[in-house]
């Protein structure tokens, strides 16, 4: 055996007793009980025997039948992933990639929008680790744009988005329509009248008896709390059951036209994009099983967390969404708060050890340490982090110590698709997938923030490796990964 597979086949093991802790417990009490019986000698076993009541008789099979049942009825029954699939524009679709040269012209078209802000923009958008290929609502196409984000625009581009990565997923996993019985959407900004779960079952002919889900307002990090309450669902639902999770975020009523700095951010980084994933309590083939999943939330009696992205109306009264500077530092400490609730979950004992003693040490003795870094490398092996901006990457690599290559996935799904809010996770995990760096037993580390402010997070083990490079990054993975150059200020 090479020296490279027996600490992968210890970690392994370890993970097996750590998550199944309770009946690892129970067999080895039991184990352990019938060795203390088996050194009793033969005259003091029998004697034990005869001294037995009917009542210890009963209790001695009562007990242990009545533990494992209670066990098997607790036990939540596991959720898998089936499969997933994101929205990706093909050119000769009017919601086509826009140039950046197109996007400021057009902004230079929009008369309530000043030269300075076109051209803080344009600085912006250099610096933005977008690249030239990501995609922006068909009323990006036309002058003045504002005038085309109209309601119908936005209902189009949310058909467009959504319907494709269903059908997509829908022809991958070969799933009828109509054995859904659960759906859950987020879209944060877009909350039209019927609702967009409406849209979906009305366009599917999904089952009477569905049950759906719209959530709306809950920011980026809203793709990992449909997860959840999918999950939470399927527990509940007969098992096998499928829910369909779709997180998108639609772009054309969200263009604003004021000329607030802090406005005028999401213009420059938010891009249309969307994500369709099955999830089911059937692992008949299943791609992922679903470990844990934790929601954090920071906002509570916290004003800035509360207010860092805020929808709002300028002083003109132009509505958009408000991007604190504060978010890095924001986002920082939500993670803070959820690593210290998931890292019990995934982390090695030497790990939690370590951030316990750092944690205790802060809070309860008020030392001036710095924060033990847990090393989520040793249980994780690969990361998908909300790609927010650049600098919200930056941070949470140096907030995590990780490596380039652990946040290169983000990084080149920002440059390759900008920040298209709750789904970005999902184009994250096709980009490892499409890369070909996806094993069976690889354990997945997805973040997601946004606004509340919230940081949830969920760990995915893989069953089953895609098969091939289709999907989003299909016709422009062997471009990437790309360098993406520190642009000077000016
Ligand atoms: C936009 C950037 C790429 C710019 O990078 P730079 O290296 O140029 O950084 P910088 O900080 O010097 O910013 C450049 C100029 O922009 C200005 N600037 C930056 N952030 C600003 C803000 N929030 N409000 C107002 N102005 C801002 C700076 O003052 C500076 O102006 P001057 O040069 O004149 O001094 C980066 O700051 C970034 O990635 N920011 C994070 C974006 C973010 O908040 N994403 C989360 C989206 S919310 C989300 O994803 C979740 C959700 O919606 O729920």
Not at 207 to 221: A, E, V, Y
Not at 420 to 447: F, P
């Amino acid at each position: 055996m090479s020296s490279s597979v027996q600490p992968m086949r210890v970690k392994a093991a370890y993970h097996r007793i750590v998550d199944n802790f309770q009946p690892v417990f129970l067999v080895s009490l039991a184990a352990a009980s019938l060795v203390a019986l088996m050194r009793l000698g033969t005259e003091e076993l029998t004697s034990l025997v005869r001294e037995l009541q009917p009542v210890h008789l009963f209790f001695i099979g009562f007990l242990p039948a009545a533990a494992v049942i209670f066990y098997l009825m607790r036990r939540p029954c596991t959720v898998y992933l089936t499969d997933y699939a994101c929205f990706h524009s093909s050119f000769n679709h009017p919601l086509a990639r826009i140039p950046m040269a197109s996007f400021v012209e057009h902004n230079k078209k929009t008369p309530s929008m000043n030269e300075r802000s076109v051209r803080f923009i344009s600085r912006l958008l250099e610096r933005s680790g977008l690249g030239e290929e990501t995609c922006l609502p068909a009323a990006h196409n036309f002058v003045p744009t504002h005038e085309y984000c109209t309601l119908d625009n936005a209902r189009a581009e949310f058909e467009l988005v959504v319907f494709s990565a269903i059908d997509d997923l829908l022809a991958k996993t070969g799933i009828a329509p109509d054995a859904i019985g659960i759906l859950v959407v987020n879209c944060s900004l877009f909350c039209p009248t019927p609702s967009l779960v409406d849209m979906i079952i009305h366009k599917y002919n999904l089952r009477g008896d569905i049950r759906s889900m719209n959530l709306s307002g809950m920011g980026c990090s809203a793709g990992l709390i449909s997860v959840g309450l999918a999950r939470n669902l399927l527990q509940v639902a007969p098992r096998g059951s499928h829910a369909l999770v779709v997180s998108t975020e639609t772009i054309t009523p969200n263009y604003y036209v004021g000329n607030e700095r802090a406005m005028l951010l999401p213009n420059c980084l938010f891009r249309v994009g969307g994500a369709a994933a099955l999830l089911s309590t059937s692992p008949v083939n299943a791609r992922f099983r679903l470990k844990h999943l934790v929601r954090t939330h920071t906002g509570a009696g916290n004003d800035s967390a509360y207010r860092c992205v805020f929808q709002e109306e300028d002083d003109e009264g132009n509505v958009g969404i408000n991007l604190s500077k504060d978010l890095m530092v924001i986002a920082g400490k939500s993670l803070e708060a959820n690593i210290t609730r998931i890292g019990p979950l995934v982390l090695p004992l030497r790990e939690q050890l370590q951030f316990a003693l750092s944690l205790v040490a802060r809070k309860v003795f008020r030392a001036r340490t710095k924060p033990y870094i847990p090393n989520f490398s040793k249980a994780f092996k690969h990361f998908c982090i909300h790609a927010g901006g650049r600098a919200v990457i930056d941070e949470l690599q140096k907030s995590l110590s990780l490596s380039d290559e652990q946040v290169e996935a983000s990084r080149m799904t920002l440059h390759r698709f900008g920040n298209t809010s709750s789904s970005s996770l999902w184009y994250e995990l096709a980009y490892m997938e499409a890369k070909g760096r996806m094993r069976k037993g690889d354990r997945v580390w997805m973040i997601g923030f946004g606004s509340g402010f919230k940081c949830n997070s969920a760990a995915w083990e893989c069953i089953e490796p895609a098969p091939n490079a289709d999907g989003p990054w299909a016709t422009s993975i062997h471009r990437y990964p790309v360098v993406i150059p520190d642009v000077l200020k000016h």
